[in-house]
């Protein structure tokens, strides 16, 4: 595997060579990375070249709009800002409620010191929640994706992707945490309505069709969560799920291969749970062999948030307290987990301390890069790093009459009748009609994760 990753490591600064050779005089002067018309592999070997360990470790933890922004008070935070862009710089969360033009002034000001006042110039992943919808106040409310499911309507879901990607865009957010390809064979699971289901074929062309609707404006696609998440035990989140190399691949595979192969997915988001007693964080037969080995996947795998605490503290394969964060990082980053996202101890940001102690390669700390990057420059972030529009015009492209009708339509193909007991349908002028749990009092979209 070694000399393996050499050969690579050599073949690309080969050809980051032979870019810059066959560049013309007035394009010498640019870096290969920063130009729009070098092959992606020349330009990520390029930047990979001039890059620290500490900036490349900068890639691969997830940073947070609030280290920057109150988000009570709008106040803003310089020196949180440049801790973030020092530290945790590859991509930072942004799924907080707060009005639209302060969410893109927030985001477009992370992206503009990122371009403009660090040394290499290196966009940001600006990330939320949307798997029905884009996570921001009066923005459109989808239907649940298992409602979505029941419509069978694959070619709407992705209008659905695509409109998300119009409102997220908008506001310069470019990578949504979606879809959701778990499958929901246990119904006692918390979850399942974030699921297309329990079919396999159903929920793959369902999540294809969001990637593609999403990435078509090239808003990018974290498909979630990797793999066979959605069985726990008892069916409690986060429980270990039991089943055998069979069921992994006849079962929860395909339609994770359908959302992330034909789809083209740019990230992948791992699981918190245990399959067959081994970590999905750390699951080097998943992430490795699968994944990259079988199925040619190029892009990064980010885990879930304080998903790689778990290691040392639900799955005890290391000191808990204070946390191991060496060993959290031998067991998932040469796995195959590459970024580290935050709601946990952060334990990436250790990487150029294991480098200097002689703990961990460089070489598995490049190849993680790589895939960052690699997903950065085919997303085009380079040549626009800040998608949002004037804030006179955010309304132009969020929550407009046409995406509402889309959303409508949806509704409408969801619902199933599954009996018409005593005729109750259709219902009476004069009847009345309770409606019951956390959207009785209004519209709201929390995170996510609550049924509509």
């Not at 949504?176 to 246990?186: M, N, S, T």
């Not at 964080?281 to 879930?304: C, P, Q």
């Not at 301390?353 to 085009?380: C, N, P, T, Y």
């Amino acid at each position: 595997m070694a000399k393996m990753r050499d050969s690579i490591t050599a073949l690309l600064a080969v050809l980051s060579a032979l870019t810059q050779s066959a560049l013309g005089d007035s394009e010498k002067q640019t870096p290969v990375y920063k130009n729009a018309n070098a092959p992606v592999e020349s330009r990520v070997a390029d930047l990979l070249s001039k890059m620290t360990i500490e900036e490349k470790t900068s890639q691969l933890v997830q940073g947070d709009l609030r280290n920057w922004l109150d988000v009570d008070t709008f106040a803003f935070n310089e020196t949180g800002l440049e801790f973030n862009m020092e530290y945790r710089a590859g991509q930072f969360y942004v799924g907080v409620p707060i009005p639209w033009d302060k969410l893109s002034n927030g985001i477009k000001t992370g992206q503009d010191y990122l371009m403009q006042k660090t040394r290499l110039g290196i966009p940001a992943f600006a990330q939320t929640e949307g798997i029905h919808g884009f996570l921001i106040p009066n923005a459109t409310i989808f239907n649940s994706p298992i409602a979505l499911a029941c419509s069978f309507n694959v070619d709407l879901v992705g209008k659905m992707g695509k409109a998300i990607a119009q409102e997220s865009r908008a506001l310069g957010v470019n990578q949504i945490f979606g879809p959701v390809v778990d499958l929901a064979r246990e119904l006692r699971y918390g979850r399942v309505e974030e699921t297309y289901g329990e079919d396999g074929f159903l929920a793959g062309e369902m999540a294809h069709a969001y990637v593609k609707g999403l990435q078509s404006l090239n808003v990018t696609a974290m498909v979630k969560h990797f793999v066979a998440f959605g069985s726990p035990e008892q069916g409690v989140n986060t429980a270990p799920v039991h089943g055998g190399e069979r069921e992994l691949r006849t079962t929860y595979l395909p339609p994770f291969k359908r959302a992330i192969i034909d789809g083209n997915a740019f990230s992948i988001m791992s699981a918190y749970h245990s399959y067959d007693g081994i970590p999905a964080v750390a699951d080097k037969h998943t992430l490795t062999d699968i994944l990259r080995g079988e199925w040619g996947y190029k892009y990064f795998v980010s885990s879930d948030a304080g998903g790689t605490d778990r290691l040392c503290g639900s799955f005890r394969m290391c000191q808990a307290d204070p946390i191991d964060s060496y060993a959290v990082i031998n067991y998932a980053l040469p796995a195959g987990n590459d970024v580290e996202m935050g709601g946990g101890s952060y334990n990436f940001q250790k990487i150029p301390d294991m480098i200097a102690d002689g703990k961990l390669s460089m070489d598995v700390v490049d190849e993680a890069v790589s895939r960052v990057l690699r997903a950065k420059f085919e997303a085009g972030m380079f040549e626009t790093p800040f998608t949002g529009v004037a804030v006179k015009d955010q309304a132009k492209y969020i929550h407009t009459p046409e995406v509402v009708q889309l959303a409508r339509q949806l509704d409408g193909e969801s619902i199933v009748l599954l009996e018409n007991h005593n005729n109750v349908l259709p219902l009476k002028k004069n009847a009345h009609i309770a409606v019951i749990g956390p959207m009785a009092h209004g519209f709201m979209n929390v995170s996510g994760y609550e049924m509509h």
